[in-house]
């Protein structure tokens, strides 16, 4: 990789950089409906009333997608495959599906976009839910008959694979916090269901390898994992509650991403997760992904019953945050590559990045103050090989629904139309892209309140 170099009025990236936007099958498809998120939404527990329904309708509205990306001279897309829809009844695999991905596929391919493929993003097919999802001994397998089914079918088009995507987020919101479906508050079904998603990923990362070793550009395949890592810090109160708030960080780290990657990185499942050694999960890495999006301080405060005692939104005084309330603190994706690198010594991908803000008022300044602090790490050696803004287009934020915006393209979900609206850090994004560099001109232009945090004037 071809380091370019730093000047004061310019962050050149490396040549072949990715310029790409993210987005996941159940977030912006539409009519995801055999999946346990549908039915969990339909009980009510969207918080703005909303529910997913036809979302974005890309599914129907992809062509267009991607012209208008292509336009935008973006290079490279995420997306994902959804189990409930390649496989809505237990056994019964749908070829219509699998040939309308295979045409949303070809036509990234047609408009040159680098494609990096999700195979799992939280959602589940409603059957598999009701059978135990992954607390179900036979979810695996399961999970593994879906997979090989797409690499299969799929296998040509990936230039890199993601197996999963954040899946300790789920095991979190979904069996430790109950915020997410199955709702469950148990330390032992977090557990069972780490184990069975860090299974789900090592066979799954062997199987890739097996049946399609090259990548379309004649390269090793390259597999990975979409990792959440959020940038966790005590909020330092004085006294026992400042104690307690350092032993929760600690443990917090482990719970979300320490633990997955110890037992990556050494073979060795981690104490959090327990359980038996997995077999050939040492390594099964190719590049790291890191989705990065802010700074967590966890506050003591004993109201918090079902949160073990913990706040974890709160902001110290002068801190930016976004429309989800989440703290804004660039120099957080820096100190996570150093630490990804550090620990796994492989090539980095930015998976995620990216803010809620329906009025784009502080997107531009997000943008390039977290690509300064990318062209940072790169600048000291680290081969980043890419950044996947989150995301492409408003979409369905789980249990937020539409109200928190986090596109380049603004849709107003009720609109019948669903038009597509760039905002203007579509095209700021579009100029960096197109540049392949993070200018001077550019920040001024778009955020120049950020100019001296970028070029350290
Ligand atoms: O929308 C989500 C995405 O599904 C996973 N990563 C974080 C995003 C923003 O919350």
């Known amino acids: 990789m071809k380091c370019n170099a730093f000047s004061k009025d310019s962050l050149n990236f490396p040549d072949n950089f990715i310029w790409g936007t993210s987005t996941a099958g159940h977030q912006v498809e539409g009519g995801n409906e055999f999946s346990d998120w549908w039915a969990w939404e339909h009980e009510g527990l969207i918080e703005d009333g909303t529910v997913s329904g036809r979302a974005m309708d890309y599914w129907n509205r992809h062509e267009e997608d991607h012209a208008l990306m292509a336009k935008l001279a973006y290079k490279g897309f995420r997306l994902g495959i959804e189990w409930a829809r390649v496989e809505p009844q237990k056994d019964r695999f749908d070829c219509d599906v699998v040939e309308h991905y295979r045409r949303i596929l070809q036509s990234l391919r047609k408009h040159g976009f680098k494609i990096c493929l999700t195979l799992h993003h939280w959602v589940l097919p409603r059957w598999v839910a009701e059978q135990g999802d992954w607390l179900n001994p036979d979810t695996v397998d399961h999970f593994m008959r879906y997979a090989k089914f797409v690499i299969n ?81 005590p909020w ?96 957080g994706l820096y100190r996570t590559i150093r630490s990804v690198w550090k620990l796994f010594g492989k090539p980095i991908l930015i998976t995620e990045n990216g803010i809620a803000d329906d009025t784009d008022r502080q997107r531009p300044r997000y943008i390039v103050e977290h690509l300064a602090q990318v062209h940072r790490a790169i600048r000291e050696g680290i081969p980043i090989l890419g950044y996947f803004h989150w995301s492409f287009i408003d979409n369905f934020e789980w249990r937020e629904g539409f109200a928190k915006r986090f596109g380049l393209i603004a849709v107003q979900h009720d609109d019948p139309d669903l038009t597509r609206a760039p905002r203007r850090s579509a095209y700021l994004y579009s100029d960096i892209a197109q540049k392949n560099a993070v200018t001077r001109e550019t920040v001024e232009t778009y955020a120049p309140e950020a100019v001296a945090t970028v070029f350290g004037d």
């Open 236 to 331: 330092n109160s004085p006294g026992p509650a400042g104690w307690y708030e350092r032993f929760t960080a600690s443990i917090a780290r482990r719970v979300a991403f320490e633990g997955w990657d110890h037992t990556i990185s050494t073979g060795k499942p981690h104490w959090i997760h327990g359980g038996p050694a997995i077999a050939d999960i040492k390594n099964s890495y190719d590049y790291c992904g890191i989705n990065y999006y802010t700074r967590v301080s966890l506050k003591y405060d004993q109201r918090r019953r079902e949160q073990y005692w913990i706040d974890d939104t709160k902001a110290a005084p002068g801190i930016d945050v976004t429309q989800m309330g989440w703290q804004i603190y660039p120099e």
């Open 153 to 233: 079918e799929l296998g040509t088009f990936p230039d890199y694979w993601v197996t999963m995507n954040e899946p300790m987020v789920p095991a979190i919101m979904g069996n430790l916090l109950g915020k997410f479906p199955p709702q469950r508050r148990s330390i032992r079904a977090y557990r069972a269901v780490s184990r069975a998603y860090l299974r789900a990923h090592a066979r799954t990362y062997h199987l890739i390898h097996k049946m399609h070793p090259l990548a379309p550009d004649g390269n090793p395949s390259r597999v990975g994992v979409a990792m959440a890592y959020p940038w966790i810090e």
